[in-house]
């Protein structure tokens, strides 16, 4: 089950439709190259967060969700990964949380700490991608890039900075590469 967060708050309109670009390759090989119980939910988020599809196979509506995104207001993160942490009843296997996002949260009611107890309570797996839109570290949201990256790492995944929309394309390649790769350890206690 793989939830899929698109920030379109105004911070994001300068760039928003190279991430929907990205989002609309990674929908089908996502679903094409695996397991035929792989779903995908989408979500946006600006100051609020909207579920645009519920967990669904069918390509076709979700690039059809993807197709008059706009950017605007303020950014609500931890308020969307709350939800999108919630998998629902039916759903077995592993949870992913996909957030394209260029870091920040300015307005969310839920915490940092609400978001990854959130996570961790559902086993989900987040992979942030920070799509940045200053260079360098001034006028960047370098807090809350951080934040982000302590909430990939408490839940097992990894954070990607693309520098160009080759390198955000890849890392959806390099996401659906850790999807399809997993093992389990064990041990016999005494």
Known sequence: SVAILIDTSGSTQRDL?????????FIPALLGAGNPDDAL???????????ELDYTRNAKRAQQAL???????????YDTI???ADTPPGRDGRHVIVAVTDGGDTTSYKRYDDALAAAQRADAVLYPIVVVPIP?????NTGGEHALETLAKATGGRIFYPESFTQLDAAFADIISELRTQYLLGFYPK
Do not use: K
């Open 82 to 84: 709350y939800p999108a």
């Open 67 to 77: 197709r008059f995104l706009r950017g605007e207001g303020g950014t609500s993160l």
């Open 136 to 140: 360098g570290e001034t006028g960047r």
């Open 17 to 25: 439709h190279y991430e929907v670009g990205s989002v609309r390759r």
């Open 41 to 51: 939910a989408l979500f946006t988020f600006n100051f609020r967060t909207n579920l």
